[in-house]
T-cell receptor
């Protein structure tokens, strides 16, 4: 069935390193794609989203582009900070009543 | 706006006890959800609701019940608690204007439940 595959973690990076977290989906296409972030001890919150193919979502220095040709929505940040340490979830937005998230990728940034 | 609120924050139950996890949202969202998150794992949908009076099962509904008598509230009931229900429970809501999961979900802070 339709699903999202997310890069497994944990990922440990030094401050100012480049970050990529891969996310691919198997459906023919979703109306929208999301990245959520979960900081320690908190609920998930929206990081960014894209609402159509080739759309780029961005927030807090993070970016992700909805690539229909490669069925991907990879999350990138050019220079991570210690405060970016969190768990990141990729999620599809579908008009059917299917609500699911990727397995999550834990990121730890060390000074 | 308070957003999505959940009570309690923490709870310890004995096996066989029952409890209700409360969830409320003040954003006039149509859709509400209950997820559980086990340690080191992703989220699994327990139940969801697309509007007052309408609920439906998610991926892991066994051992839980829900009701949606108002737009604002979506309580989750655990009957006969079991150790397998030890988890962190998150309530979420969304507008649901386009249907499905196309809208941003807003999450509560979670309830950490331990069943001993």
């Amino acid at each position: 069935g339709d699903s999202v595959t997310q890069m497994e973690g944990p990922v440990t990076l030094s401050e100012e390193a480049f970050l990529t977290i891969n996310c691919t989906y198997t459906a023919t296409g979703y109306p929208s794609l999301f990245w959520y972030v979960q900081y320690p001890g908190e609920g998930l919150q929206l990081l960014l989203k894209a609402t159509k193919a080739d759309d780029k979502g961005s927030n807090k220095g993070f970016e992700a582009t909805y690539r229909k040709e490669t069925t991907s929505f990879h999350l990138e940040k050019g220079s991570v900070q210690v405060s970016d340490s969190a768990v990141y979830f990729c999620a599809p937005g579908d008009t059917g009543n299917q609500f699911y998230f990727g397995t999550g990728t834990s990121l730890t940034v060390i000074p | 706006n308070a957003g999505v609120t959940q009570t309690p924050k923490f709870r310890i139950l004995k096996i066989g006890q029952s409890m209700t996890l409360q969830c409320a949202q003040d954003m006039n969202h149509n859709y509400m959800y209950w997820y559980r998150q086990d340690p080191g794992m992703g989220l699994k949908l327990i139940y969801y609701s697309v509007g007052a009076g309408i609920t439906d099962k998610g991926e892991v509904p066994n051992g839980y019940n829900v009701s949606r008598s108002t737009t604002e509230d979506f309580p989750l009931r655990l009957e006969l608690a079991a150790p397998s229900q030890t988890s962190v429970y998150f309530c979420a809501s969304s507008y649901g204007l386009q249907g499905g999961s196309t809208d941003t979900q807003y999450f509560g802070p979670g309830t950490r439940l331990t069943v001993l």
